[in-house]
């Protein structure tokens, strides 16, 4: 059996430099999509003529965006902390399974807030119809 030094090393070796990596990359892919979905809330959902349904998903779906975004900052801080504790004492494992729980929860935040984004778009689809310079498909 491995003492606490031998699991605090592999830990610094490998399992906290991985963290930090997937979690900056999630981050990274959280943002872009958080940002897509900004810019381009207009031309997708139409939020401005859209039923009172859609604005509340795409709301709904920023606030399950941004939370996911603070989880996943949250998640690398307690990973950091979590690497430090292990440098200095053995006593890391609740901070890496905060980390853990953090960065599920993050990854289950932003996968609501796509869901809520698709089904933004669905109402305003639905109603939308033909605009004035579309012409309709001619049997």
Known sequence: ????????????Q???PQIKDLALHFLTLQTAVLVFSLAFAEKIV???T????A????HCSWGFQL????????GIVSNFWAGEKATFSANFVRQ???TYFLLSFSGAFFVI?????VVATVPSRAGRGHSPDEQPLSQ
Do not use: E, I, W
């Open 14 to 16: 490998f399992t906290y």
């Open 67 to 74: 939370s996911a975004v603070f989880l996943v900052c949250c």
């Open 113 to 117: 807030g796509l869901l809520l984004l």
């Open 55 to 58: 604005r509340g998903c795409v």
């Open 50 to 53: 859209a039923p009172r349904d």
């Open 1 to 12: 059996m491995q003492n606490g030094h031998d699991v605090a090393k592999l830990f610094l």
């Open 46 to 48: 139409r939020v401005q």
């Open 96 to 98: 890496g399974v905060l």
